[in-house]
């Protein structure tokens, strides 16, 4: 059974830093792509940034220049440090896994990230 438990959420102000952990267990394929997702109230999720095994990453321009995704592959567990938080980035933060051999995806339940202003 493959398992995604994020940490970290919370309460912070605007212009605060916080920062996301996902710590997956189970069997998966060392050939796969980490992920952190985002879903505000009322709108649809929407993909934050991305990380290969390699270590190749992508982020969306939202969050370009503030936030920094990583991983360690011996713990199999994927990172987002968040810096100038904005009160639009307030959201349900959840961490995806793709098995690219396996051709399956794999979702934490979510963590909520509060900015205030």
């Known amino acids: 059974q493959v398992q995604l438990v994020e940490s970290g959420g919370g309460l912070v102000q605007a212009g605060g830093s916080l920062s996301l952990s996902c710590a997956v267990s189970?069997?998966?394929?060392?050939?796969?792509?980490m992920a952190w997702y985002r879903q505000a109230p009322g709108k649809q999720r929407e993909l934050v940034a991305k990380?290969?095994?390699?270590?190749?990453?992508h982020y969306e321009d939202p969050v370009k220049g503030r936030f920094t995704i990583s991983r360690d592959n011996a713990k199999t567990t994927v990172y987002l440090q968040m810096n100038s938080l904005k009160p639009e980035d307030t959201a349900v933060y959840y961490c995806?896994?793709?098995?690219?051999?396996?051709?399956?995806?794999?979702w934490g339940k979510g963590t909520l990230v509060t900015v205030s202003s």
């Open positions: 189970g069997s998966i394929s060392i050939f796969n792509v």
């Open positions: 995806n896994v793709d098995d690219v051999l396996g051709h399956v995806a794999y």
């Open positions: 990380i290969t095994s390699g270590g190749g990453t």
